[in-house]
T-cell receptor, first 115, second 111 residues
C-alpha cells in the first residue's frame, strides 16, 4: 500500500458523459501527478499539480481537466467521453522535502470503461 | 518530447537463468526509475537512480544507469516465478518532474 488513495476503483459509463476521478496523496506530499495507461498508448503523463497550482502538462486532451484543492486532494475531470478514453488512470504523489529524488508513489488506479 | 524505449517487450525465461532488460532514452537526464506492475495492479517502485554510474541491488534484481549512453539496465539473477510481472523504466527530464515511461517488459518465469 503506497498511501495514495483513488476513488472509484471502477467506473463504467457511456460515450458523451462526464466523470470525475478522485485522488488523495500520501500525507505531506504536495505534488500530484495523473497518468493514463492504455493498451495502445502505454503509460502517459497527463498533468502535475504542486500545492494547488498546475506545474506541468503532458498529453492531456482539452476535454480533460484537473485541479488540486487546499486539502491537497486532486480531481481529474473527463468530459464528452469517447470509447478511446477507456483506460486505467493512475494518480501518483511525491514528497516535497527532496524534489530532486522525485520518487513517485502510485495509487491503485481507477479503471474507466466507456461503452 | 522525451522518448523512452525498452526491450525486450516480452521475456520468457526459465527459473534459475539470468537476463537483462534495457531502457534507452532520448534526451539528457540523470534521473531514472524502475517500477514493477502485477496484472491489474498499481506500480510498485523498485529503484531510483540519480547519477551516472549509479547501481542499486535488491534481492535478485540489480539496476544501473549510464547517463552518457542514456541507458539503464535491469539485471535479473537466477530468476524465480515470483518475479513474473511487467517492468517499466521511467525517466524524468532535467527540466521537470513528470515521468516518461518505457513500453514495459512483460516477464514470465517458467518453472
Amino acid at each position: 500500500d503506497s498511501g495514495v488513495t483513488q476513488t472509484p476503483k471502477h467506473l463504467i459509463t457511456a460515450t458523451g458523459q462526464r466523470v470525475t476521478l478522485r485522488c488523495s496523496p500520501r500525507s505531506g506530499d504536495l505534488s500530484v501527478y495523473w497518468y493514463q495507461q492504455s493498451l495502445d498508448q502505454g503509460l502517459q503523463f497527463l498533468i502535475q499539480y504542486y500545492n494547488g497550482e498546475e506545474r506541468a502538462k503532458g498529453n492531456i486532451l482539452e476535454r480533460f481537466s484537473a485541479q488540486q484543492f487546499p486539502d491537497l486532494h486532486s480531481e481529474l475531470n473527463l468530459s464528452s467521453l469517447e470509447l478511446g478514453d477507456s483506460a486505467l488512470y493512475f494518480c501518483a504523489s511525491s514528497p516535497s522535502r527532496d524534489p530532486r529524488t522525485n520518487e513517485q508513489f502510485f495509487g491503485p488506479g481507477t479503471r474507466l470503461t466507456v461503452l | 518530447e522525451l522518448k523512452v524505449e525498452q526491450n525486450p517487450l516480452f521475456l520468457s525465461m526459465q527459473e534459475g537463468k539470468n537476463y537483462t532488460i534495457y531502457c534507452n532514452y532520448s534526451t539528457t537526464s540523470d534521473r531514472l526509475y524502475w517500477y514493477r506492475q502485477d496484472p491489474g495492479k498499481s506500480l510498485e517502485s523498485l529503484f531510483v537512480l540519480l547519477s551516472n554510474g549509479a547501481v542499486k541491488q535488491e534481492g535478485r534484481l540489480m539496476a544501473s544507469l549510464d547517463t552518457k549512453a542514456r541507458l539503464s539496465t535491469l539485471h535479473i539473477t537466477a530468476a524465480v516465478h515470483d518475479l513474473s510481472a511487467t517492468y517499466f523504466c521511467a525517466v524524468a527530464p532535467n527540466t521537470g518532474n513528470q515521468f516518461y515511461f518505457g513500453t514495459g517488459t512483460s516477464l514470465t518465469v517458467i518453472p
